[in-house]
């Protein structure tokens, strides 16, 4: 079974609720997409890490004009941390991506109106078994049943993300903490992006309180 090219892209179709028919966790998913396209980046040698954030070595990416957008935005800018990068533009990174998978063939988005009023997106996934697939794969790997080094690092990078949003749609909340540690080690193959995201989040629920 195919499965999308890149990281953002897998994140959206993992935080879609079959049973449902729609996303969960809006309120973090945008955060999550940018940090998506962060490790996707990290991931393809085009960011490094740096003490004060990071550091473009590839200039341009062929293949995903959404990943070399924000290559060129952090090219263009003064170094800023990763945190900065996982919220500077987290409030367009859903749409993007949707827009993405929509034209990949992967998703309908239908414009439907909530009420008979209110203007809204209805998202459907063409093929379930695609996120049963990537479900399967993240569970696969916090559960332990492989060592580290066997995990792939596109699926490790995946499996930690979802780790710090909890995603519901992968497990319940009691089970992503009992494996905390496990998805805390896997993110090191796209470190800092899993820490800038947990702080990006934090952040912003920090602000919405007032």
Known sequence: MNLPGSLPQRLYLLAYDIERGRLTARGKLGHLMRAGILAELLLRGHLEDATSGPVVKRPAVADDALLDA??????????????????????????????????????????????????????????????????????????????????????????????VIKLRTVMPWSQWRSVRKRGEQLGDVVAPVPRALHKAIQAAQAAAAG
Request: glycine share 10%; aromatic share 4%; hydrophobic share 45%.
């Open 70 to 163: 924000a290559l060129q935005q952090i090219a263009a800018s003064r170094r800023r941390t990763w945190q900065h990068w996982v919220s500077k533009g987290s409030g367009g990174a859903v749409r993007q991506v949707r827009d993405q998978l929509e034209a990949g063939g992967w998703i309908r988005v239908e414009q439907t109106r909530l009420l008979g009023l209110i203007p809204l997106k209805k998202v459907t996934v063409r093929d379930t078994r695609v996120v049963r697939r990537l479900a399967a794969t993240v569970i696969g790997a916090m559960r332990g049943g492989q060592s580290l080094s066997r995990v792939e690092p596109e699926d490790a990078a995946l499996t930690a993300l979802a780790a």
